[in-house]
């Protein structure tokens, strides 16, 4: 085994899974340094903060602005030491896992299918962040958080929570921002909420299918495949020129992919809402999921802003009841 342990977010990686690496790599090394603060374990091996892919330009623009260099990508966990960050699911992990020595894993999804055969420090809150879970491990270890992890950890949460507007956020997410705002110097949230996430609106540049495989997942409903993508937009006239172009690509992409239905959410952060764009051969699993008809290429859905507790559980429901 070699004396680092490697710290790693999800694959196709967010804001929180870079950043989250980062910070809890640094917090491990203090621990290290310490002499051990953390009272539980023993802290030898160094930690370094990996990735599994290129970061997005709203987690390139929050690197940048707090002075953090992108982490070294890396794809195989094989034979390493590793720390698992934002997910503990072998789908989204780094190959060879089972190979791997996994000595800790902090995170706020549900409970993966990653095992351990011992205890290890593992942990997991229900809140919108990752970022939230490592505020408290910091304050609990008595290791101080200078202004620039203040920083990652507070665009993380805001990333994370689409500026505390998604489902997934809780009072814990808002109390843990306000005290990580006020070491980071930020005074206004949301409208440092709002310049890291126009990161990501910018579509210009992007391709069609970039623009839908941005944040994209597959899933079996019932025995049919689906997919599903989001793209989170400050306002949806940014994406109002492209609406035929990328409907026309996901009409090629389920006949090629051999799909039941591709769902693209267009979610407009501000008006905190979705239109969801929508090819299917099953066109009334929109009605059945979301209470309104699909008229054309898309339906207007009010409030809803989170894919996998607005949109993926009434589909698949929908897609059972066909
Ligand atoms: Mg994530
Ligand atoms: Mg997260
Ligand atoms: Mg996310």
Redesign the pocket.
Known sequence: MEHVVYVV??KNP?T??VCSAIAFAYLWNKWKEGGNVSKMMKVEAEAKPVIQGDVNPETKYVLEKFGFEVPEIMTNGEGKKVALV?HSEKAQTVEGIDKAEVVAIIDHHKIGDVTTPQPILFVNLPVGCTATVLKLLFDKTGVEITKEIAGILLSSILS?TVIFKSATTTELDKEVAEELAKIAGIDDLTKFGVEIKSKLSAVDDLSAMEIIKRDYKDFDMSGKKVGVGQIELVDLSLIENRIDEIYETMKKMKEEGGYAGIFLMLTDIMKEGTELLVVTDYPEVVEKAFGKKLEGKSVWLEGVMSRKKQVVPPLEKAFAEL
Do not use: E
Request: hydrophobic content about 0%.
């Open positions: 977010g999800h967010d929180d899974s934002d994370d």
